[in-house]
């Protein structure tokens, strides 16, 4: 499950830079940075699916993310994953289980607290399709990881113009797996618990789990 968690929320990238003929998609991408970093706080829910039609693979699935900084809190197939701030802690309910570590400070990483902003990182851009959907305007932005050791091929990227929010992600692998995460609702500066990304320890071994510390 821990896996899986980082397999869905984790993109690897490289060393910064840009396509010279890429300014378009690069300015519309700004124009996502600026207005996300505004924010005190984001609640996303979305949804996920991964496909691979060579290997009978199709799996869809619902999850939602907090984000405050670099804090987070999100669910996603039945587990949890917290960042206070200091540690990560993983919360399984199937197997009564948790794992806590300290955060792994890699600039290569896409954490969840950077989930709305790798793309400031590590690609070429290129300027892609306009779709409509239920009257939104999404204009797609084709990511080209600089690495070419990565696994991943190419990721479409697609913005609400008018939000400039995103909307859709495509992550295209080289070995043909295809993984989307669609935005279902997209919440600002939202009222939080003031003790929402704090961990209670003491709860959870009154409850019989299990803790692993890393």
Not at 48 to 71: C, F, P, S, W
Request: glycine share 6%; aromatic share 12%.
């Amino acid at each position: 499950m821990k896996k899986f968690f980082l397999f869905a929320i984790t993109i690897l990238i490289c060393t910064a830079g840009f396509s010279q003929n890429s300014d378009k998609a690069k300015t519309l991408l700004d124009e996502v940075y600026t207005k996300v970093k505004g924010y005190g706080n984001i609640h996303v829910d979305f949804k996920y699916v991964l496909d691979n039609t060579e290997a009978a693979i199709n799996q869809e699935t619902r999850g939602d993310v907090t984000l405050e900084g670099d804090k987070y809190l999100i669910n996603f197939m039945g587990s949890q994953q917290l960042y206070d701030g200091k540690k990560v802690y993983t919360i399984v309910p199937e197997n009564e289980e948790i794992t806590i570590e300290n955060r792994i400070d890699d600039e290569n990483t896409v954490t969840p607290s950077k989930m709305l902003t790798f793309y400031k990182q590590g690609h070429n851009y290129e300027w892609d399709i306009l779709q409509n959907v239920q009257g939104k305007k999404i204009q797609y932005v084709r990511l080209i990881p600089i690495d070419t050791n990565t696994e991943i091929k190419s990721i479409l990227l697609g913005i609400d113009i008018e939000t400039k929010h995103i909307y859709k992600l495509i992550e295209t692998g080289k070995n043909g797996t295809t993984t989307t995460f669609i935005v279902n609702s997209f919440k600002t500066d939202q009222p939080l618990s003031k003790t929402l990304f704090t961990f209670d320890e003491d709860k959870y071994e009154n409850e019989g789990y299990y803790i692993i510390r890393e």
